[in-house]
């Protein structure tokens, strides 16, 4: 049995980035650039106003305050002629400046009379201009590879013309759970039948990873009924069972996935919950089996499938981040496995600490409800008192309150 260390290393050698697809830009939320992000025009287009006001040369208030309106300058609108000495062009915000202008004075620093205006303050030649090419030049890269793109890059990109890029795809990822004690949410229950709420949680998880779910329902425990499965599981770029990878009579995931010529790279990690976890290639695709209790399924989905995920969309940040917090509660020493308690996050007198869950039995959902990190436990550690510094993997960040 190899440890959590030599697992995920495992599962990020032997994970590949998919091949990169053209998109238009709004369609890649999310996703990573496979090329650089290249600037078709300098941002600015032309010299224009930072604020509105009036647009003038500064040579020529070297002996005068008052300069007669000669024109406007809109934004879509510019002023077409070219500015005299002694003139001044009426100009709005993101307006381009007049030919014989350089300088610009806000509106509420002048006065107006008989289509002139004065100045009512000292001016510097320059001042309130945005020149061409202040914020990035054609032929630039504005992006690296390997970026992930959000809102802000987006609009980024947009303002340099760039209309499609070349990014890695959404996963799509094939999910069913196996066990005949199993229905689907909605359908009545039988004697001895549960919900297989394993299958719900990996959907929104896997969405809120940005990936494209494919959800096959649940197998029966049988072969034959897991091959058909499978089979329909071949398009996807990475494969998800929970349940039937343990060493009970009707585990047989392994089994069906070794005859179906599974690569097997682990089978069982010294980790609690989530012991069982399979990981192996299939036609060169990640294949993982997870446990079927709910709280396992989701412990070995952060700790193994997410990293694989971010590996598969080309993303550098591989682990989720960890974060050194204050330890609310005491917690007993570790065992012959690594523990990962699920926490929740709290900001107290400023500072961020983790309270572990009462209910971390991994046969039960309510431990993952509330929990926003994991708290390792390494293997035949000491006990962990309330108040001591500890590392934890966060899930996600607490709201509301102060930040920290």
């Known amino acids: ?179 005949d004690e199993l229905v689907e949410l909605g359908q009545k229950l039988g004697s001895g039948q549960i919900v297989n709420s394993n299958l719900q949680y990996l959907i929104a998880r896997l969405e809120e990873c940005g990936c494209i779910p494919v959800p096959l329902g649940v197998g029966e425990d049988r072969c034959d009924d897991l091959n058909r499965l499978f089979d329909q599981a071949q398009e996807a770029d990475l494969l998800l069972t929970t349940g039937g990878v343990s060493v009970g009579e009707k585990d047989l995931v392994q089994q069906t996935l070794l005859q179906r010529g599974l690569e097997k790279k682990f089978w069982k990690v010294a980790i609690k919950p989530g012991k069982p976890v399979l990981f192996g290639l299939l036609e060169g695709k990640p294949c993982f089996g997870l446990p079927g209790n709910p709280a396992a399924t989701a412990a070995t989905f952060e700790l193994f499938v997410r990293p694989a995920l971010q590996q598969l969309v080309g993303n550098s940040n591989l682990l989720a981040p960890r974060l050194k917090v204050k330890l609310a509660e005491s917690v007993r020493a570790g065992g012959k496995r690594q523990n990962f308690l699920w926490g929740e996050l709290r900001i107290t007198d400023g500072c961020l600490e983790i309270l572990p869950l009462q209910r971390q039995g991994s046969g039960q959902n309510r431990s993952m409800q509330k929990a926003q990190a994991l708290l390792p436990v390494p293997i035949d550690s000491p006990s962990l008192n309330a108040g001591d510094d500890v590392e934890v993997i966060l899930l996600r960040l607490p709201q509301g309150e102060k930040t920290f």
Do not use: C
């Open 1 to 179: 049995m190899i440890s959590y260390d030599e697992a995920i290393a495992t599962v990020l050698t032997n994970v590949q980035a998919l091949t990169p697809v053209e998109l238009p830009l709004i369609k890649a939320r999310g996703l990573v650039l496979a090329s650089p992000a290249i600037a078709r025009w300098d941002m600015p287009s032309w010299d224009n106003s930072a604020m509105d006001g009036f647009a003038f040369a500064a040579l020529s208030i070297e002996s005068r305050t008052t300069l007669k309106i000669a024109g406007q300058s809109f934004a879509g609108h510019p002023f077409s002629g070219h500015l005299k000495s002694g003139e001044a062009v009426r100009i709005t915000t993101g307006a381009p400046i007049p030919d014989g202008a350089d300088s610009v004075v806000p509106v509420e620093e002048t006065s107006e009379k008989d289509n002139s205006v004065s100045l009512n303050r000292p001016v510097m030649k320059g001042q309130h201009v945005r020149y061409r090419g202040e914020e990035f030049h054609k032929n630039e890269e504005l992006l690296t590879s390997g970026t992930q793109l959000y809102a802000g890059g987006i609009s980024l990109l947009s303002s340099a013309g760039i209309d499609q890029v070349n990014v890695i795809p959404r996963p799509r990822v094939a999910i069913f759970s196996t066990g």
